[in-house]
Structures are given as C-alpha cells and as structure tokens.
C-alpha cells in the first residue's frame, strides 16, 4: 500500500498516535535483546520480542510507511528463525538486531518525510538487510509484506464493528481494509447497516461501519490483528479461523450478546457470510409468496447454505436465553491515553485551589460560625482527596528510566573494553513523571562517568584482586517525602590527590591547603573541573558534572558523593517526589512563616529553650539520654524580632541522622503548593522553594537535608563564598551558611 492512497489530512492527525505507540514499542525491543543476552533461549521473551517487531511493522503498513514495513520485516523474519530455535541468538547477533531497532526507530521518526533517502543512509539500511539476510541464512529480496499465495491460504471469517469516536480519533477505517488487502483476497463483504440512524439524525463525524467480510489468507492471526492495532480501543472485532472446530464454533455463539436473529448469529460466528444470509432471507420470502408458510430460516441455510444442524440448534438455543450481560464486562484493564500539557493543567489548577479552599477555611474560622467551619472543613477533606488522587497520576516507576540505561552501559562498556554488569534495585520506586524526565539527562551523565572513570578494564580488576567483571548499581528508595537515587560501582574510586592536585592547578582551592576529605570529593562538581588524563567523546572537557548539580538544584533536589580508593564509589541524588503539592508543617518564627515537609517530621518538642553560644545558629539539646544538635532559625538567618517566651523544637529526620530546629510557633498541617524562588532567593542554603498561604502570606519550604548538613556544619566555621544573587543578609556572622 502506498501512502498516496490514503488522506493525508487522517494521516496528519493520526501520526502523532503512531510514533507515540511505535517509540514505546521500539523501547521495548531494546530492553527485551538487553534482557534476552542473560537468557538467551527464554521463549517468552522470544515472543514478547517478535510480537513487538510485528506491532510497529503492522501499525506502519497502516499508514503507508513502507519504507518501516519493509525493513522491519527484514528483522521480523529473522526474529521467526530465533524464536523458532533455527538460529541463535549471539551477543554478535544481540548486537545486529540492536543497531537494526536504532534504524527503525529512524524511519519511524522521518514520519512521512520524503520517501526518497540519501545516499548514505540508504547504504547503511542495505548494508543492515545484507547482514540480517546472512544471519538468517536467506537469499533473495523478501517482499516487504507477504502476499497469501492461493495454495497456501485459508479462508478466515471477520466481523468489525467501529466505535463512534473512530474519525474523531484520526482514524479511518478504510485504511484498514486497503492493508488487510496486502495479505490476501477479501471475500463476501458486506456492510453492517444497523448502527446507522435516520439521515436527519446522522452526523457526519460519528462513525457508524462496521463490514462482515472473508479473507482468503495464508497470514497468521497476529498479522491479521496487526491492522486492527490503531483502531482496537474503538473497535469491535471478531475472528473466527478456518477449520474451527463445532465446540468452538457453538462457545462464540455463547459469547454473542443477547436478542440478535439467527441470521445475525450465524454471521457472527463465521458460518454464513452476508450474502448467504441475503440469499437465503429471499427464498424463504419467496417460498411465503408461494405456499402462504414462511419456512424456518435455519433450515433454509442448512440446504442452500450447508450450515451444520447441531451450529442452527446452538444458534436457536442462544436466541430462546434471556440472561444480562454485566455492564461492567470488558472494562477491566483499559487505559486511556492523556497529554502530559493536559495534565500538568489540572496540577496546576488544583494548586490554585489548594490554596483558595486554605484561604476559606481561614476566612470561616475568622468569622466563629459552626455551620460554615464544618461545611468548609468537608470541603478542604474532599480537596485533599482530589490532590492526593490528581497527584498519583503522574507517578512512574523509576525503573523504567532505569531500565534505558542498559542499552548505554553495555555500548560503553564495549567501546571502552571493560566487562560491566548493570544492576537495577527499587525500580517500582514511584516519582512524579515531570523530575523522571528531568532527572533522565544527569543520570545519563553520571553512568557513562563511572563507565569511563570509575570502572577498570578485566585486566586491571584481576591485577588488583577483583572479579574481571565490574558491576554497575542503580538504586532507588522513599526517604523522607523524598526519593534517594544512588550510583554505585566497584571500579578504582576517585584519587582524592589527584582532585587536590588539579584544585590547586585551577586555583579552586588555595595550593597547600588540604579540606577535609568530603569537601575534597565535592570538588568534582565545580565548574570545568576533570581529572581526565586525555579528551574522549566521553569526558575529559570539564563539563558535565557541574551541569549535573545544577540540574538537581533546579529541582530542589541535592547530590552527594561518597568514595573509597580502590573499593568503589557512591553518588547519591536526593529529590522530592514531586514539584507541585506536598503535606506540610507549618511553624512560625519571629513574625516568619516557615514549612517543613511532614515526612521528615518525626516529633515535636514543646516548651523547650536551647541557649546558642554567641555567634553560632548551632546548638545541642540533650534527648533521651543522647545529645541532638539544634539549629536557631533567627540566627541563621539573621530574623530580627524580640524572642518569643516560649519556644519548641521540632525534631527532623534526614536519611538515618536526626536533629533539632527552635521555633516559636507550632502553626500544625498545612497543604502546601510549592512555588519557585525568584532569581534573588535562588541561592540561599536550607530553602528548597515558597508556598501562599490561606492569608495571602510566603512561606519559604525547607530543604531538610540541606538543613541537615548546616546542622551538622555550623555555619559560623564553614565560611563559604557569597553567590551572585544571594541576599545582603549573608553576609553577617550568623548568616554566611547561607550563601551556597
């Protein structure tokens, strides 16, 4: 089928669904030959593989990519003779249908471009049909679709009944017809009238086909499904196969709807085509005229037709029951496609109404009458219910993005000349989709660095004691209202000499001064820093790692190295589960409104005052026998107001360590739309965004691990350098942790 034949208004519309579903499909062939390398001879895997090789050849056959169908069907075969067991599947081989998946990914991508490739790409597509031909051990050009050949085929029986939404949708049920035409003869097509209301009440973009036809095919049942596969969530489709035995022939006239004719039965089940029926409705009218006696149908069929007696009888039988069909049949496990834009919409909406249902609820208690309090307490209760369930769809496995990576280690790995396993650990961790796609880019840095840097060659590892086999981790874990993505590697770990070493070439850190070890390691992160000893098209330009820290920045988010020479390393990424609401802990102090995000809170110590030492945010508060460090909020960041009589000390958690922060006020539960900084706060250390309040007041969100490592460090003894963009403020003794 060429694509002239088809609309290209439909094709415009449609497209984006295509190359939406074939990207996902593709995807999918990646991780299924990435997976089959450790069980190479899984047969369900084999089928998984080959059905989706079938499902982007078939879905592109549709809209008349012919250049996709027929290098697709090049790899299809040779994915047959694999499944089969004719011929294994090598790494070589593993490596072959790889690069075959990147070409089509390609083509499905040009869309309807040109059909006309240039010279070097189509001497790449043949020199990648060449090697499937010899891997296959075949000869000849294959067709791009194999047409059924009369010897071989055999005469299957389909009933389509599209769903009104089908041109709505992009879809034209035509086009469907013209690709079924590529696999073989139609036969006995009739369309199905009863759906199709009076003129006056037609509308023209409601589609109401539906076609009983047969096909003479020597095509699978897959391939003939694959014409269905864009249309399926709108269509109801039957097919009955050749030579189907009486049992099942009478279990689908069980499975037909009620109150249909015998007529309609038997059509639906395959036994008699449309014209059969028409022929056999006129002999028993003209037999009426005749005899006055208008003759049972069934029986009508069963001479003119050779319809067996006992498939009538079922066919009678089906017409005498009178049982519902539940409603709610069929219904489970249907998805329904959003736009992402759409979604983000509603977020975005249901944020303003977060914080208008927060400002009612204030607005009634101000006025002490009961009835509104509780209305609007109800109300603020079905808003939560509203977000928490908004919220949860755009969670996401993190494995999935994990998963991507597999196809990057073992391509690096090979370029490199290492042996690297990948190991994926907590990939049903769930995450907002907006930080999965935002976090893809740094996670893809920080795997091909330790590819690079980290790992050694099997040489190497055997020289010094370790498994020739390096071994590559992604974790992933909840913590805390947070998610904690790790990186972590066996490989040689970082030479804190040689960062010290090239710190003090750049003039990052003054020569002979030696910081302490973790400050040492964090130097990977500054800007065009690399210890690369040469320039690859890996690393060794000095970018990257700076623009990883900032990208996790940008998303509230902070990252963390941990390393030990000659045993390994361990980056850990820290990030909110989403960027739009969270629950919240609302305190006051002196005049301020602060939130902590309530995962992270673990108790709430009231009445309790901690004295600080002059010019220190950092103090100790014995608890239960042990010492806790607390830090002072007014000092740190510089707040000037009398201080409060009675004060509190709200206990965090971040990862396994606990400490303390004084406040004056316990504001309790708050839902809390999390906004950005402006360019003016972006900088500031602890703070990881804002949030309006019912009263039209700023909160500013904590970053509970920030604050953890400012707890840890007192701010007085760290003396950081100011950032461009960072408040007067800290510039003061009390304040300079701020700056970061």
Not at 61 to 81: K, N
Not at 462 to 477: I, N
Not at 636 to 661: I, M, N, T
Request: with cysteine; net charge negative; charged share 25%.
């Amino acid at each position: 089928m060429k694509g002239d034949d088809l609309d290209h208004g439909f094709l415009a519309e449609a497209l984006p669904a295509f190359i939406s579903e074939a990207r996902e499909q593709i995807e999918r062939i990646e991780q299924l030959l990435l997976e089959l390398e450790d069980r190479p001879g899984e047969r369900e895997l084999l089928d998984a593989l080959f059905r989706c090789a079938h499902t982007v050849k078939g879905s592109a056959g549709i809209f008349g990519l012919d250049r996709v169908v027929g290098f697709t069907h090049h790899v299809e075969t040779l994915l047959d003779l694999v499944r089969e067991g004719e011929v294994a599947l090598t790494p070589a081989l593993g490596t072959l249908l790889l690069e075959c998946n990147d070409e089509i990914g390609k083509l499905v991508d040009a869309g309807l471009g040109p059909d006309e490739d240039d010279a070097a790409a189509l001497a790449a597509r043949e020199a990648l049909i060449e090697r499937l031909r010899a891997a296959g051990k075949t000869a000849g050009t294959a067709a791009p679709v194999p047409a059924a050949t009369e010897a071989h085929a055999a005469r299957w029986h389909l009933g389509a009944r599209f769903g009104s939404e089908t041109f709505r949708n992009g879809m034209d049920p035509l086009a469907v017809l013209y690709y079924l035409q590529g696999l073989g003869t139609l036969q006995d097509m009739a369309c199905a009238h009863t759906a199709v209301p009076t003129l006056d009440a037609l509308d023209p973009e409601t589609c109401h086909l539906g076609f009983d036809f047969s096909l003479d095919t020597a095509a699978r049942r897959e391939e003939i499904e694959a014409a269905f596969s864009f249309v399926r969530d709108d269509c109801a489709l039957e097919i009955i196969e050749p030579q189907t035995s009486m049992q099942a022939l009478t279990a689908r006239i069980e499975a037909l709807p009620d109150q249909l004719r015998l007529g309609d039965i038997l059509v639906g089940v395959g036994a008699i085509s449309q014209q059969q029926l028409r022929q056999g409705l006129q002999a028993q009218a003209a037999a009426a005229s005749r005899e006055g006696v208008a003759p049972p149908l069934g029986e009508i069929l069963q001479h003119r037709a050779g319809v067996n007696p006992k498939l009538v009888n079922a066919a009678l039988d089906k017409q005498r029951q009178q049982r519902e069909v539940p409603a709610s049949a069929g219904e489970e496990g249907r998805f329904i496609r959003v736009q992402a834009d759409r979604l983000d919409a509603v977020i975005n909406l249901l944020g303003e109404l977060v914080i208008a249902s927060a400002g009612a609820s204030l607005a009634a208690r101000q006025t002490r009458n009961g009835t509104l309090i509780e209305a609007n307490q109800q109300i603020s209760r079905l808003v939560e219910e509203i977000r928490n369930g908004t919220l949860q769809l755009r969670m996401v496995p993190i494995g999935e993005t994990f998963a991507r990576f597999r196809r990057v280690v073992r391509d690096t790995a090979a370029e490199l000349g290492k042996d690297v396993v990948l190991e994926i650990v907590g990939g049903e961790t769930e995450l907002d989709k907006s930080v999965v796609e935002r976090i893809a880019d740094p996670l893809m840095h920080l795997v091909r660095n330790a590819l690079d840097h980290g790992l050694e060659t099997p040489e190497q590892r055997l020289a010094a004691g370790k498994p020739a086999q390096a071994r590559l981790t992604l974790e992933a874990c909840h913590e805390s209202g947070t998610i904690q993505i790790s990186i972590v590697d066996d490989g040689r770990g970082i030479q804190r000499e040689r960062v010290l070493e090239r710190a003090w070439e750049r003039g990052l850190v003054e020569r002979g001064t030696v910081p302490p070890d973790d400050q040492i390691l964090r130097l990977i992160f500054e800007p065009g820093f690399s210890t690369a000893e040469k320039v690859t098209n890996l690393s060794g330009r000095g970018v990257g790692m700076d623009v990883v820290r900032r990208n996790i920045e940008a998303l509230r988010g902070n990252v963390n190295v941990e390393s030990e020479e000659g045993r390994g390393s361990r980056i850990d990424i820290r990030l909110p589960l989403t960027l739009a609401i969270i629950d919240g802990f609302l305190v006051g102090v002196a005049g301020s409104r602060f939130i902590f995000p309530l995962e992270a809170v673990v108790e709430v110590i009231e009445g309790r005052h901690c004295s600080f030492a002059a010019g220190q945010a950092c103090g100790t508060l014995e608890m239960r026998g042990r010492m806790m460090p607390v830090m002072s909020l007014r000092r740190l960041y510089g707040l000037e107001a009398p201080q409060a009589e009675r004060s509190s000390v709200v206990v965090l958690r971040s990862g396994a360590r606990r400490f303390g922060v004084q406040v004056d006020q316990l504001l309790g539960q708050h839902q809390t739309v999390i906004k950005p900084l402006g360019r003016l706060l972006g900088s500031l250390r602890g703070i990881s965004g804002s949030s309006i309040l019912g009263n039209g007041e700023v909160a500013l969100i904590f970053d509970v691990h920030a604050l953890n490592q400012l707890a840890a460090t007192p701010p007085s003894s760290t003396q950081p350098s100011r950032q461009p963009g960072s408040v007067p403020a800290a510039a003061s003794p009390t304040t300079e942790g701020l700056a970061s």
